[in-house]
């Protein structure tokens, strides 16, 4: 390691991944997809590249590209906070929230994916951590699953021994309680039962799904039961929910006063925080701070290659959300990527940065932004 390193070069890239499910699409209470798309950031200094990504549009990449590749080019490879600072900055008028964030997120973590390979270390071990692992829980469960391939895929994450799964639920409650019989019957009772309606319903049925999914099936996580931009929404199904379901909301926030808004006054049991949308690592601190002065669990939301080193430093840590998509989606894209052993994702002490290597001849069936320069 050089001293006063600097980022020489950056490049950016996007791929997209269409979905394995029924049809080739995916649904859940509110959205329909067909396909899932990573812009990846690579970083060099010193000699040694890093990388880092988000999951978003293929306009994030012309972002990062006209707006942040001028304010990396030059800057301290180790010091991470110094250039989000100066990004953040620079993205003012261009906004912040939403695909601002995103794009900085991208790249911060792939400075710190950089950063930790010059000093020879995870990245876990370049941070403040509280922990060496990271529990997880299995989610997918989409709405248009069959009965079959739903109690198929929930219930092959609880024989891995992950204790906690995730379904979607609310695009047609009459729908629900068939697929949660399945779910239920399929993982047994022992298994931790989570519901995430996307922000599908209205307050007031919102209550109403709370107390059955309690009640009949044992569910005690109910995530985005109303949209998160309703806040009071969320205060009255939290407050009006049984004991033993927690409502919990925040993969949606961009800069700090999204988590702000969500705890003061609390709305959510749980918070969540996504680290390729929330300003990645460095942004991830400041919610970890705020979740710690309000005495509130911090859960993470997807990309577990990256979350998996991230949430290490999080000291209010409940767990990962160990999605089904962007869990086949880096697996097709890199090598180095985690397999939960005994319901934890735990990040390799002897593989630098996040331990990940690009698999460059397989990603470029998916290319949709950049140049392949390996």
Same mark, same amino acid.
């Given at each position: 390691?050089?001293?006063?390193?600097?980022?020489?070069a950056?490049?950016?890239?996007?791929?997209?991944?269409?979905?394995?499910?029924?049809?080739?699409?995916?649904?859940?209470?509110?959205?329909?997809w067909?396909?899932?798309?990573?812009?990846?950031?690579?970083?060099?200094?010193g000699?040694?590249?890093?990388?880092?990504?988000?999951?978003?549009?293929?306009?994030?990449?012309?972002?990062?590209?006209?707006?942040?590749?001028?304010?990396?080019?030059?800057?301290?490879?180790?010091?991470?906070?110094?250039?989000?600072?100066?990004?953040?900055?620079?993205?003012?008028?261009?906004?912040?929230?939403?695909?601002?964030?995103?794009?900085?997120?991208?790249?911060?973590?792939?400075?710190?994916?950089?950063?930790a390979?010059?000093?020879?270390?995870?990245?876990?071990?370049?941070?403040?951590?509280?922990?060496?692992?990271?529990?997880?829980?299995?989610?997918?469960?989409?709405?248009?699953?069959?009965?079959?391939?739903?109690?198929?895929?929930?219930?092959?994450?609880?024989?891995?021994?992950?204790?906690?799964?995730?379904?979607?639920?609310?695009?047609d409650?009459?729908?629900?309680?068939?697929? +949660?019989?399945?779910?239920?019957? /399929?993982?047994?009772?022992?298994?931790e %039962?989570?519901?995430?309606?996307?922000? &599908? =319903? @209205? $307050?007031?049925?919102?209550?109403?799904?709370?107390?059955?999914?309690?009640?009949?099936?044992?569910?005690?996580?109910?995530?985005?039961?109303?949209?998160?931009?309703?806040?009071?929404?969320?205060?009255?199904?939290?407050?009006?929910?049984?004991?033993?379901?927690?409502?919990a909301?925040?993969?949606?926030?961009?800069?700090l006063?999204?988590?702000?808004g969500?705890?003061t006054?609390?709305?959510?049991?749980?918070?969540?925080?996504?680290?390729t949308?929330?300003?990645?690592?460095?942004?991830? +601190?400041?919610v970890?701070?705020? /979740?710690?002065?309000?005495?509130?669990? %911090?859960?993470?939301?997807?990309?577990? &290659? =990256? @979350? $998996?080193?991230?949430?290490c430093?999080?000291?209010?840590?409940?767990?990962?959300e160990?999605?089904?998509?962007?869990?086949?989606?880096e697996?097709?894209?890199?090598?180095?990527?985690?397999?939960?052993?005994?319901?934890?994702?735990?990040?390799?002490?002897?593989?630098?940065?996040?331990?990940?290597?690009?698999?460059?001849?397989?990603?470029?069936?998916?290319?949709?932004?950049?140049?392949?320069?390996?």
């Amino acid at each position: 390691m050089k001293p006063h390193t600097t980022v020489d070069a950056v490049r950016v890239h996007a791929f997209k991944v269409p979905t394995d499910g029924p049809g080739g699409r995916e649904q859940d209470g509110t959205l329909e997809w067909d396909a899932t798309t990573m812009v990846l950031v690579e970083v060099d200094g010193g000699g040694t590249t890093g990388i880092g990504y988000t999951y978003g549009d293929v306009t994030v990449a012309s972002f990062i590209e006209s707006t942040l590749v001028p304010v990396l080019t030059g800057c301290d490879a180790l010091a991470p906070p110094a250039a989000w600072h100066s990004m953040f900055t620079a993205i003012r008028n261009a906004g912040r929230p939403g695909v601002g964030a995103m794009a900085v997120s991208a790249a911060d973590t792939a400075l710190w994916d950089l950063k930790a390979r010059l000093l020879g270390l995870p990245v876990f071990q370049t941070l403040p951590a509280f922990h060496d692992r990271v529990p997880v829980y299995g989610s997918g469960g989409f709405t248009n699953y069959p009965l079959d391939r739903l109690a198929e895929q929930l219930s092959g994450w609880a024989g891995q021994g992950i204790g906690r799964v995730k379904l979607k639920t609310s695009r047609d409650p009459g729908q629900d309680p068939a697929r +949660l019989d399945a779910v239920r019957k /399929a993982v047994g009772d022992d298994c931790e %039962l989570f519901t995430d309606a996307n922000g &599908a =319903l @209205s $307050a007031k049925d919102a209550v109403y799904w709370a107390h059955r999914f309690a009640e009949q099936w044992g569910v005690t996580w109910f995530e985005e039961p109303v949209s998160s931009d309703d806040l009071e929404g969320l205060r009255s199904v939290r407050e009006k929910a049984p004991g033993g379901i927690e409502v919990a909301a925040g993969e949606y926030g961009f800069v700090l006063r999204d988590f702000a808004g969500l705890v003061t006054p609390r709305a959510v049991d749980c918070l969540q925080a996504d680290v390729t949308r929330c300003g990645g690592i460095t942004g991830l +601190l400041h919610v970890s701070g705020l /979740a710690a002065a309000h005495h509130i669990d %911090l859960s993470a939301h997807c990309a577990p &290659a =990256l @979350s $998996a080193h991230a949430f290490c430093a999080v000291d209010r840590l409940r767990h990962l959300e160990y999605f089904h998509d962007h869990v086949r989606f880096e697996r097709l894209l890199f090598e180095g990527t985690l397999d939960p052993e005994g319901g934890a994702l735990r990040p390799d002490p002897g593989r630098p940065g996040f331990g990940l290597d690009v698999r460059w001849a397989d990603a470029e069936r998916y290319r949709t932004y950049g140049t392949n320069t390996h």
